[in-house]
């Protein structure tokens, strides 16, 4: 890989992470309370080319700059490829080892049934003020 390829990956998992948390604050804006931010659960299909390393640090490093975010844990769940192939409706396992082919028949991938997901499945938010859990954060 390339240092351009290398830095547009970062850049990739730098926005994605950041739009995380945009929707956590959002979240949190809508409580109309004080709360924080306990973890948030990503899901990741394995042919959305993002980087799980780079996008847990990315995370880690802009929570900092919001406070509700400081104690938040990133919780990264990959989902696994799978496909229908084209010739014979055989359900597999995509693997770039084999051109994505299927191991029964060799012919490529009809359908993708899973393996581009990227969402938010849950955040754990704690209802009371931000300093309180800073201090704790702190402490531990």
């Known amino acids: 890989m390339t240092a351009t390829g290398a830095t547009q990956i970062r850049v990739h998992e730098a926005t994605i992470a950041r739009n995380v948390i945009e929707c956590i604050l959002r979240r949190i ?3 109309d309370q004080p709360a924080v931010v306990r973890s948030v659960r990503v899901r990741i299909g394995a042919f959305r080319n ?3 390393d780079s996008l847990s640090f990315a995370f880690d ?3 900092n700059l919001h406070t509700e975010c400081v104690s938040c844990v990133f919780v990264p769940d990959v989902i696994s490829a799978v496909a ?3 010739k014979h409706q055989h ?3 995509p693997d770039p080892a ?3 082919r299927c191991a029964e028949c060799d012919s490529g991938i009809g359908t993708l049934l899973a393996g581009e997901e990227l969402d938010i ?3 754990e ?3 009371g003020t931000v300093s309180e859990e800073i201090e704790h954060a702190r402490d531990s």
């Open 125 to 127: 938010l704690q209802l």
């Open 29 to 31: 804006a809508a409580l």
């Open 50 to 52: 993002v980087d799980v």
């Open 84 to 86: 229908i192939c084209r």
């Open 98 to 100: 084999n051109a994505y």
């Open 91 to 93: 359900r597999y396992h």
């Open 61 to 63: 490093s802009l929570k």
């Open 121 to 123: 499945t849950d955040i």
